[in-house]
Structures are given as structure tokens and as C-alpha cells.
């Protein structure tokens, strides 16, 4: 059988897009899907590789020494120089250039794809079967307390994600991430909570263990601060699933805590990096909610 194969990189969030992309690549092709998880042999890289309860290990590329860990570019070698048994007429592989969806990328028929492929429409002809097997893995993975799960589904709860980390480690990783997000909390909480006279609880979830201390003028009250994403992202993105309302971050990680969201109405922030000429206009689905982000800054 024809085969085609995805490279994982980064954390959670950006693995569901690629795995996402894989299996529509590979329904599309035809073909068998291999995940070249190899980035993460011999070192830390964000919370390690987190498809293994998915996608079989034997169609996975995952090395476990720097000797082992040099396999990863005799494929890619290889790949440029054979067919695999795929079409020997195509473009082997196939890397993505800029952000956004690319019709020539969801069109290509290559055996190799090397990219963070962020867009819903490369598999939104195959987005049920995602969902099933994205939100079922997170399921059986996910350990929320029954007290947690019932209340944030109630129409008076309000999930949060705060996305600091990683976002925040480096002067390069803040330049491209680091949106001062005050605006958008506040706007978003204003248009939850107008004209509702009900105590509101508001579930916080963020892999800071300070959250809202970078918010001061984010005044909450009846405020439940849940575990943090690095030590449990399975269960903090399962709970925002559940969310009746989901408040996200201009994270991935959010992101797929918003999609995987079935029944709960999603609040995203119109801009998602500091650099507001990147295009996202095929970033969010159409029925979320889009709220202004307000000035950018490398600082909160």
C-alpha cells in the first residue's frame, strides 16, 4: 500500500493539526499514514510526543539515540531520491512555507509533509471522524474530577485558558507570540456576562501557576484554578471541551480545546500572533465568536 508521511513537531496542540492533516492526506491519497515523530528522540522538546495512544507504533518513526536519531534524514534522503511506491511523477515532499491553509499542500499527493499545517479546512471533509478520534483519545486520557466535569458544562461556568510558558521563555518565542491579551479577556467576559444576572464561576486553566496575576484589572470572582496544562494537558483540554462557554488563548493547544468543543459557545481573539499582516482568515471556524485583541505588545 502507498504510503505518506507527516513530521510531528512541537507541542500538543500543534500535533493535532498535523495528525489531523495526516489522516485527510492519507484518506485523500489513499495511501497509509506514517507519523516521522523523530524530533522527539534524545531531549525535551515541549511535553514530548503525545500521539502514541493513536497512531500505531509500528507506523511511527520514533528513535531513541542521537545514532538512531540520524535515520530521520536518510528517509528524508531517500524520499527525494525514490518513490516509496507513490507516484514517481509528484513532488516528493512538500514543506510549508507560511501560515495558513494552502491549496496547492491540500492538493499535493507527495510522501512527505513537513510543516504545522493550522487550518480546519485541510480536514474538514473528514472532521467527524477527527473529532472521534481526537476527543476519544483525550477521553480515555483525561482523569476530571465529576465535580469539574458537571460544573463547567453549567450555563452560568466560564472556561479560561491563559497560554504563558513557553510563550514567554524567549525574547524570540515573545516576539511572535506575546499579544497583550487584557483587552481581549475583558471584552470577552463583557459580552458573556451582559445583561445576565447570575453569579458567574469562572474556571482558569493556563500552565502558569499564577495566571491572573498578569491581569490586574481582570477583577473575577467565584475564580476556580485548575491544574496546570504541563502537568496534566490531557485532562485541562478535555474539561475545556466540555465548557459551556470557552474563553480561549491564542494558543493551539486552545485552539483544539475549542474544537473539540461540541456544545459550548467559543470566544477566540481576532489577532493570534504580534504580527497582525499574518493572514488567519482560514484559521477559525465561522461559528465562533471573534473578539478585538486590542493593541500588540511583547510585554503583559
Not at 497509509?32 to 524530533?39: G, I, R, V
Not at 487584557?182 to 495566571?211: C, K
Not at 462557554?245 to 461540541?262: E, F, R, T
Request: glycine share 8%; proline share 4%.
Amino acid at each position: 500500500m502507498r504510503k505518506v508521511i507527516v513530521e510531528i513537531a512541537g507541542g500538543m496542540g500543534n500535533q493535532f493539526f498535523q495528525y489531523a492533516f495526516g489522516f485527510a492526506k492519507s484518506k485523500q491519497m489513499q495511501a497509509e499514514l506514517w507519523l516521522d515523530a523523530s524530533q522527539y528522540s534524545g531531549g525535551s522538546n515541549h511535553t514530548g510526543y503525545e500521539l502514541g495512544e493513536i497512531h500505531p507504533a509500528g507506523k511511527t518513526l520514533l528513535t531513541s539515540s542521537k545514532k538512531k536519531f540520524k535515520r530521520r534524514e536518510r528517509w528524508r534522503r531517500r524520499i527525494n531520491k525514490l518513490s516509496f511506491g507513490l507516484l514517481c511523477r509528484q513532488a516528493q515532499q512538500v514543506i510549508e512555507k507560511y501560515s495558513g491553509y494552502s491549496l496547492a499542500a491540500a492538493e499535493s499527493r507527495a510522501a512527505y509533509y513537513v510543516g504545522y499545517w493550522q487550518s480546519p479546512f485541510y480536514f474538514e471533509d473528514c472532521s467527524r471522524e477527527v473529532r472521534d478520534a481526537l476527543g476519544g483519545f483525550l477521553g480515555r486520557k483525561a482523569a476530571p474530577t465529576e465535580d469539574y466535569l458537571q460544573g463547567i458544562a453549567e450555563p452560568q461556568s466560564v472556561a479560561l485558558h491563559i497560554r504563558r510558558g513557553d510563550f514567554y521563555a524567549s525574547s524570540s518565542s515573545q516576539a511572535v507570540h506575546g499579544l497583550d491579551l487584557s483587552h481581549y479577556y475583558h471584552a470577552a467576559i463583557d459580552q458573556i456576562t451582559a445583561g445576565r444576572e447570575q453569579d458567574f464561576t469562572f474556571y482558569i486553566f493556563s500552565d502558569d501557576p499564577a495566571p491572573l496575576s498578569y491581569f490586574p484589572g481582570l477583577s473575577l470572582s467565584n475564580v476556580i484554578l485548575c491544574s496546570s496544562a504541563l502537568d496534566d494537558p490531557y485532562t485541562d483540554m478535555y474539561l475545556m471541551s466540555k465548557a459551556s462557554q470557552l474563553v480561549i488563548a491564542n494558543s493551539s493547544y486552545s485552539w483544539w480545546g475549542a474544537y473539540l468543543n461540541a456544545d459550548g459557545r467559543i470566544y477566540a481573539p481576532d489577532r493570534w500572533y504580534v504580527d497582525a499582516v499574518i493572514d488567519l482568515g482560514d484559521f477559525f471556524p465561522g461559528h465562533w465568536t471573534m473578539v478585538p485583541s486590542g493593541p500588540a505588545s511583547n510585554t503583559i
